[in-house]
């Protein structure tokens, strides 16, 4: 039997296989962060293909903390209604939607990747002034960002607790925390980013406190029965910052927090960090922790054929693959890997004539 394509239980809620949507964004939303029926047939086109978890692009739990003006949220009852169509229709055909709640700190209010500027966005082109740990910008080229005070990290920690209640309203069985990729959560960890003197930062108790701060509070908020993810920058790639031994600290006690399974990517704290991209090069980051820390993980970073998936998940490195241009380039590879790899694709009746 396909180790791929059996089940995972993740609290109350079981994917039907072992293959995720990783989130991506989509810089497509409508008018204040709303999702578009372009999300819709996006996130249910993975599902008809077969991922066994639908994971939203990062969905900001302010609207300051959207990536760029066209991004998604979750910080109101409109964006309850607009996301509902989305998720019943991923439920519909058998998969769980789950939705990265986000907050993009001192990578705030930037162009989208495809537009004909680059950096941070005015206020008279609908930007803001984005916040972080301190008033550094990330590039020069971003906006320069105001530094949270304790009753603003506060409020971060309860935004993201809230949008985990609305979560659940609007339809997804799972929610991630994004922690990772040089955004808030992430700026706070890494001590590239993080040199407050307060009680969130300092050595790196002090500055995982608001990713476990934000992890306690979402727990609470969905209460015992649903998945909660984390997505981390397992490590920074670069000298003096967070490094994969951080990273095994972390999950374990993001797992004593109510963290069911950590996503391990890495990077976005510096901007010109020694990445070393290939096949598969993040999943011993995901091996690491799963072995170091007891905890559950997922893999992602070029995950590209279904023996190379297969191996990470019989070999025990991780629980989970995550795939993202993968599944960009072909919303079917669940259903053609399954049936590479010896499992039933399980094709809808409306595609079965195709077979």
């Known amino acids: 039997m396909s180790a791929l394509f059996t089940p995972l239980a993740l609290r109350d809620v079981t994917l039907p ?34 991922a066994g978890l639908v994971l939203t692009e990062a969905t900001a739990v302010v609207p300051e903390g959207r990536i760029t003006p066209q991004d998604v949220g979750l910080w109101s009852g409109a964006h309850v209604d607009a996301w509902r169509p989305v ?25 989208r990747p495809w537009a004909e500027r680059r950096g941070g966005v ?9 916040v972080g740990p301190g008033t550094d910008p990330f590039v020069s080229d971003y906006r320069t960002p105001a530094a949270l005070d304790e009753a603003g990290v506060a409020a971060v920690v309860d935004a993201f ?17 994004h922690a990772a990729h040089g955004y808030l959560l992430h700026e706070f960890l890494s001590p590239l980013t993080n040199r407050r ?22 727990r609470a908020a969905v209460g015992e ?12 790639w670069t000298d003096d910052g967070w490094t994969i031994e951080d990273s095994v600290v972390l999950a374990g006690e993001l797992a004593a927090a109510g963290v069911d399974l950590v996503d391990a990517s890495s990077g976005g704290a510096a901007a010109k960090a020694a990445v070393p991209v290939g096949p598969g090069y993040q999943v011993p980051l995901a ?20 023996e190379q998936a297969e191996q990470i998940v019989a070999g025990g490195e991780a629980d989970l693959v995550l795939l993202g241009r993968e599944l960009l380039r072909d919303p079917y590879w669940p259903r053609r890997a399954a049936a590479k ?11 079965a004539r195709a077979f």
């Open 287 to 306: 091996a690491r922790i799963r072995r170091d820390a007891g905890v559950p993980t997922g893999a992602v970073g070029l995950i590209v054929e279904p």
């Open 225 to 236: 029965s649903v998945p909660v993810l984390t997505r981390i920058s397992a490590t920074d």
């Open 161 to 177: 607790a809230v949008a985990a209640g609305r979560a659940l309203d609007a339809g997804f069985a799972a929610v991630e925390i």
């Open 197 to 218: 003197t307060d009680g969130y930062g300092g050595d790196r108790a002090g500055r995982m406190r608001l990713t476990l701060e934000v992890a306690r509070a979402v």
């Open 122 to 130: 005015p206020d008279t082109e609908g930007g803001w002034t984005p």
């Open 17 to 50: 296989n072992r293959i995720a949507l990783a989130p991506m964004c989509q810089y497509s939303a409508g008018p204040d962060g709303l999702p578009t029926d372009w999300h819709r047939v996006h996130l249910g086109s993975r599902a008809v293909g077969g």
């Open 87 to 111: 998720t019943a229709f991923v439920t519909d055909q058998g998969a769980v939607p789950a939705v990265q709640l986000a907050h993009a700190g001192f990578k705030a209010s930037t162009y």
């Open 341 to 351: 790899l010896g499992a039933t694709p399980g094709w809808p009746d409306q595609y």
